[in-house]
C-alpha cells in the first residue's frame, strides 16, 4: 500500500479521494499522510518537522476523524468542511482520514460528496472501512478504491484460486451456463465456500487494482502464481465494468455474511450466481 503511494508521488499522479477496503488501520493511513507531507521528497523521513509534528498528532494540515460512538456525527462533517477549505499552512496538501467511514450516516456522506465532487486542488481523503456495502454507490464512484493486504494468514489453496478464475472468466465471456454450473460446486465445497468467496474477492479486487494503475506490483502476489493469472486479469480488468466489479464485491461480503448467519445455503448461492450473469443496464 505504501508502494502505491510512493509511485504515485513520483510521478504526480496523486488523486485526491481514496477508499481503502479491508482496513480501518490509522497507523497505516498515518503513514500514507506521513509520506505526502513529508518535506524531504515524500520520503516520509522522520526526521523532518512535517514527520515529527504527524508523529506527535499536532500536524496543522492533517485531520483524523473517528466515530464519536456509534457513528460519525454531523458536527465532525461539518468541522471537516470548515478544516478543508482552508488552504494548507507548511505543506502542498491538507489530508483528511475518516476511519470507519460506513459509519457515516447517509446524509453525512452526501455532505461529504460535494466536497468529494469539487475538492480544493491541495486536499487528499483517505476513507478506511472493512464495510463497503455501507458506503453511498456515489461516493465510491469519486474515490479511488484501493484494498488493503489480508492480514489473517488464512491460507490460500492454489485449487480454490484456480476455480475463483474460471468463475470470473465465465462471467467475462457472458457464458450464464458455465456460471450457474457452480451451483453444484459451491454446494460440493460447502464446508470450504467462505475460503473461495474470500479469494473471489480478492481477484476482484486485484482486477479493479489493474484497471486503475496497470500495474501488477500492487496486486496480490499469492494470486500471480496462478498460471496465465496475468492474462486472465488483463482480459477480466477490459470486460467486467467497474460498476459490476463494486456490486459484486459487495454481493461476496453480503452472501459470506449470510451464510455464516445459517441463511438457506442453496438460495444463497443462487442469488450470488444470478448477480454475476445480471446484465448491466
Do not use: W
Not at 193 to 206: E, G, H, Q, T, W
Amino acid at each position: 500500500m505504501i508502494d502505491f503511494f510512493k509511485e504515485a508521488l513520483d510521478r504526480n499522479h496523486l488523486s485526491h479521494s481514496y477508499l481503502i477496503s479491508g482496513s480501518e488501520d490509522i497507523e497505516l493511513a498515518k503513514s500514507i499522510a506521513q509520506r505526502i507531507l513529508c518535506k524531504q521528497e515524500h520520503t516520509g523521513c522522520g526526521s523532518c518537522s512535517s514527520c515529527l509534528k504527524l508523529a506527535s498528532d499536532n500536524h496543522p494540515d492533517l485531520m483524523i476523524i473517528i466515530p464519536d460512538g456509534a457513528s460519525i456525527k454531523n458536527a465532525q462533517v461539518e468541522a471537516f468542511q470548515e478544516f478543508i477549505y482552508i488552504r494548507p499552512f507548511e505543506s502542498a496538501h491538507k489530508i483528511v482520514i475518516f476511519n470507519e467511514a460506513h459509519l457515516m450516516t447517509e446524509r453525512a456522506q452526501n455532505r461529504i460528496l460535494k466536497v468529494l465532487e469539487e475538492p480544493p486542488e491541495y486536499a487528499v481523503f483517505l476513507l478506511l472501512t472493512r464495510q463497503m456495502p455501507s458506503m453511498l454507490e456515489t461516493v465510491l464512484s469519486r474515490c479511488q478504491i484501493l484494498f488493503s493486504e489480508d492480514k489473517t494468514g488464512a491460507e490460500r489453496p492454489v485449487h480454490y484460486i484456480e476455480k475463483a478464475m474460471e468463475l470470473l472468466s465465465g462471467i467475462e465471456s457472458r457464458d450464464a451456463g458455465r456460471v450457474l454450473e457452480y451451483g453444484a460446486y459451491f454446494k460440493q465445497e460447502k464446508n470450504q465456500v467462505s475460503i473461495f468467496l474470500a479469494l473471489l474477492s480478492s481477484i476482484l479486487r486485484d482486477i479493479m487494482i489493474f484497471r486503475e494503475t496497470h500495474n501488477y506490483q500492487l496486486i496480490s502476489t499469492e494470486n500471480l502464481t496462478i498460471l496465465n493469472y496475468k492474462e486472465q486479469l488483463g482480459k477480466c480488468s477490459a470486460s467486467i465494468s467497474r460498476r459490476k466489479n463494486i456490486e459484486l464485491i459487495h454481493m461476496i461480503d453480503e452472501i459470506d455474511q449470510r451464510i455464516k448467519n445459517n441463511m438457506n445455503f442453496d438460495l444463497t448461492v443462487d442469488k450470488l450466481l444470478f448477480k454475476c450473469i445480471e446484465r448491466e443496464v
